[in-house]
């Protein structure tokens, strides 16, 4: 069952698309502060980014929602010229919204193991540890195998059931020692740098880390299923 605040940010994301103005009446008036590059800070800059597109667009399905702490994270879909998979933080105080992140992804065909960017389990279960130790594995998993690149340790990490929805790896430990090595002898860089959140309910931990790709700056957003 959804926390009052993940139902307030799975109809303010669907107000996207219906252009519905009591949806977005739980972002504040005059303390948002927006990180998205292309929207101004305010709930006014907000609304101007939302009616500057088109009625009944973009789609917007929300597929998983968590509340933790004085954030919620949602993973969506979003439909309009190009689907895209997409991570948004939302910062409470109180029952309003006062600062937002996001990143979003193009949606591809299925990896090698037939999943996608979002399928998979959306209800948030129990991962039969504490979320404490949960993120402690998630992150101690980015900062020793991610962000090294020292995949000798990874199955100290990754079950032998390991799922992986990333576009260009297949499922299990061997599938990510695959990708690695492909990138390593292609000549592409994939460098994480700075860990900036560790957010999870349940069995679900999001990472994200600032980094580059080929050079270029870059945010990744890593969601682990314990």
């Not at 959804?2 to 739980?26: P, Q, Y």
């Not at 979003?104 to 129990?126: C, F, K, V, W």
Request: net charge negative; with cysteine; glycine share 8%.
């Amino acid at each position: 069952m959804r926390t009052h605040r993940e139902t307030l940010i799975v109809n303010l994301l669907k107000s996207i698309e219906s252009k519905d103005v009591e949806g977005f009446s739980a972002i504040s008036q005059s303390q948002y502060r927006q990180h998205n590059l292309h929207v101004a800070d305010g709930r006014q800059g907000f609304l101007d980014f939302v009616f500057s597109t088109p009625d009944g667009m973009p789609k917007v399905s929300t597929k998983r929602v968590f509340e933790d702490g004085e954030y919620v994270v949602a993973h969506s879909e979003l439909v309009a010229d190009q689907t895209l998979a997409v991570f948004d933080i939302f910062k409470f105080d109180g029952e309003r919204i006062v600062e937002h992140w996001d990143a979003a992804q193009p949606m591809l065909e299925p990896n090698p193991s037939g999943r996608t960017l979002l399928d998979g389990q959306e209800d948030i279960g129990d991962a039969g540890v504490s979320l404490a130790d949960s993120k402690k594995v998630a992150r101690t998993f980015v900062e020793n195998v991610l962000m090294s690149g020292n995949l000798s340790v990874a199955e100290e990490y990754v079950g032998p059931e390991y799922l992986q929805h990333h576009p260009l790896v297949r499922d299990g430990l061997d599938g990510l020692r695959e990708a690695f090595a492909d990138w390593m002898s292609s000549g592409v860089e994939v460098c994480y740098e700075n860990i900036h959140f560790v957010l999870g309910k349940g069995d679900f931990v999001l990472v994200v880390t600032e980094g580059r790709f080929n050079g270029a700056p870059v945010a990744f957003y890593d969601m682990f299923r314990m």
